[in-house]
C-alpha cells in the first residue's frame, strides 16, 4: 500500500507545485507524464530513471546549508536519495534521507517542493538511469547558541558539512544549486516566520 501512497503523494506535489519559471514548469510537467506512464516511477527497481527525494538543509537562521560531498557525482550538494518501498509519501522519503544523511533530529520539511531537477547518474543498480530529484527545504531546530547544530556523517557521504548560503564550496557554485539556494530561502522566511 505504501507504493500507491508514494505515488499518488508524488503526484499530487507535483500537481501542487507551483513552478517558479517556465524551465520548472516544463519539468513538472514531465514528471506527472512519466508518473502517468509507471506505477513504478518512485522506485529505483525503474530502470529508465526514477523519482528521487531530496532536502537542502538549512540552520535555523538561514545562514548555513548543510551538504553532502557525494561519492557517486563527486560534489557538495544537497541530501537525498531513493524512496523506499515503505515511505508513505514523498514528503516522508524527503524527511527520512534529511535525518538518516544528518544525524539531526527534528529536522522540519517545508510542506511543498521548492525546485524540481533530472539529471543522469549510474545508481545503485549499476546502470545507467536519470533521477527526477524533487526537491525540499528543511529547517533544523534552533541551537541556545545560534550556532548550526552537529551532524553525523552517514556511510553513504564522504564529508558532511555546514556551509555559509553566500560562501559555498567551489563543486557547489553551480546554477543549479544557485536555484536550489534560493528557492530555499524564500521558503526558509515564511517557514521560520
Known amino acids: 500500500m505504501s507504493v500507491v501512497s508514494l505515488h499518488a503523494s508524488t503526484v499530487e506535489a507535483l500537481t501542487a507545485f507551483a513552478a517558479p519559471d517556465a524551465g520548472q514548469d516544463a519539468l513538472r510537467h514531465t514528471m506527472l507524464a512519466f508518473l502517468a506512464a ?11 530513471g526514477h523519482i528521487t ?9 538561514g ?23 515503505d515511505d508513505a509519501s514523498l ?12 544525524g539531526v533530529d527534528g529536522v522540519r520539511l517545508h510542506a511543498e517542493p521548492v525546485a524540481l531537477h533530472t539529471h543522469p547518474i549510474t ?21 541556545p547558541d545560534g550556532t548550526p547544530p552537529p551532524v553525523v556523517r552517514s556511510d553513504e557521504s564522504v564529508d ?9 564550496p567551489a563543486s557547489a557554485r553551480t546554477a543549479e544549486m544557485t536555484q536550489l539556494v534560493d528557492a530555499a530561502l524564500v521558503a526558509h522566511s515564511a517557514l521560520v516566520a
Not at 560534489?75 to 536519495?81: D, K, M, P, T, V
Not at 545508481?123 to 541551537?143: E, K, M, N, Y
Not at 558532511?160 to 548560503?165: F, S, Y
Open 38 to 48: 509507471r506505477e513504478d516511477a518512485c522506485l529505483r527497481a525503474c530502470e529508465p
Open 53 to 61: 527525494a531530496s532536502t537542502l538543509v538549512l540552520d535555523h537562521t
Open 63 to 85: 545562514r548555513h546549508a548543510l551538504l553532502t560531498l557525494h561519492p557517486r557525482v563527486g560534489a557538495w550538494i544537497q541530501l537525498g536519495g531513493h524512496c523506499e518501498p
Open 91 to 102: 514528503y516522508a522519503a524527503a524527511v527520512r534521507e534529511a535525518v538518516e544523511e544528518s
Open 123 to 143: 545508481c545503485s543498480l549499476g546502470l545507467p538511469t536519470r533521477h527526477l530529484d524533487v526537491r525540499f527545504l528543511g529547517v533544523t531546530p534552533p541551537t
Open 160 to 168: 558532511l558539512r555546514w556551509w555559509p548560503v553566500d560562501d559555498l
